[in-house]
């Protein structure tokens, strides 16, 4: 499979407890994207990497949220002490630098839940 | 704010009509478009884009018009089929911007009825 893999699809946590995400995404995809989508909305774009640098955070992301690419291949997104508000669905992008919107791959999602 | 908004929640549509999913935005540096399709328990997947300069693109069963003075785009699929049930989301980007992030909204959930 070539697509953009995340792990695990679902999670369940108890509020004020950590979470880490992982996506996997295509392998000579060099930006990587994370959104979130909230239900009854579109997804929102919370960051960006090109490579292993992250280049732009939304102000979604609060300082709960820290996310990396180290050596620019997968990537981590972390929750520190969630909230009830934590629970959507994170995606995950990518595509090429060079490439058109047409090579935007979007994985399959981990759903959070935070009870 | 919502820059990217579509009005309507759902549509439902009869097996070999058409159906057309609207959306409408309000940031004039947005100079390209596109339509996500996303079943559930998925990500979603590209469909078709337009760019600011073009005021139609169409590909098969799908073609997509954009108003640039109205700031609205819609999407038209004719003939409907079962399998185009699903959430329809709009997306925008502004290229100069650099980092190609899309602007989405809120979808719309396309029924067809057979």
């Known amino acids: 499979d070539t697509g953009v893999s995340q792990d695990p699809r679902h999670k369940i946590t108890k509020r004020g407890q950590n979470v880490t995400f992982r996506c996997d995404p295509i392998?000579?995809?060099?930006?990587l994207y994370w959104y979130r989508q909230t239900l009854g909305q579109g997804p929102e774009f919370l960051t960006y990497f090109q490579n292993e640098a992250q280049l732009e955070k939304s102000r979604l992301l609060s300082d709960r949220f820290s996310a990396e690419r180290p050596k620019g291949s997968f990537s981590t997104l972390e929750i520190q002490r969630t909230e009830q508000g934590d629970s959507a669905m994170y995606l995950c992008?990518?595509?090429?630098?060079?490439?058109?919107?047409?090579?935007?791959?979007f994985g399959s999602g981990t759903r959070l839940t935070v009870v | 704010d919502q820059q990217v908004k579509q009005n309507s929640p759902s549509l439902s549509v009869q097996e070999g009509r058409i159906s057309i999913l609207n959306c409408d935005y309000t940031n004039s540096m947005f100079d390209y478009f596109l339509w996500y399709k996303k079943y559930p328990a998925e990500g979603p997947t590209f469909l078709i884009s337009?760019?600011?300069?073009?005021d139609k693109n169409e590909d098969g069963r799908f073609t997509v018009f954009l108003n640039k003075s109205a700031k609205h785009l819609s999407l038209h699929i004719v003939p409907s089929q079962p399998g185009d049930s699903a959430v329809y989301f709009c997306a925008a980007s502004a290229r100069i911007q650099g980092a190609q992030k899309l602007v989405f909204g809120q979808g719309t959930r396309l029924t067809i009825n057979p």
């Open positions: 392998s000579e995809h060099n930006r």
């Open positions: 337009i760019s600011s300069i073009k």
């Open positions: 992008a990518s595509r090429t630098i060079q490439g058109s919107f047409y090579g935007y791959t």
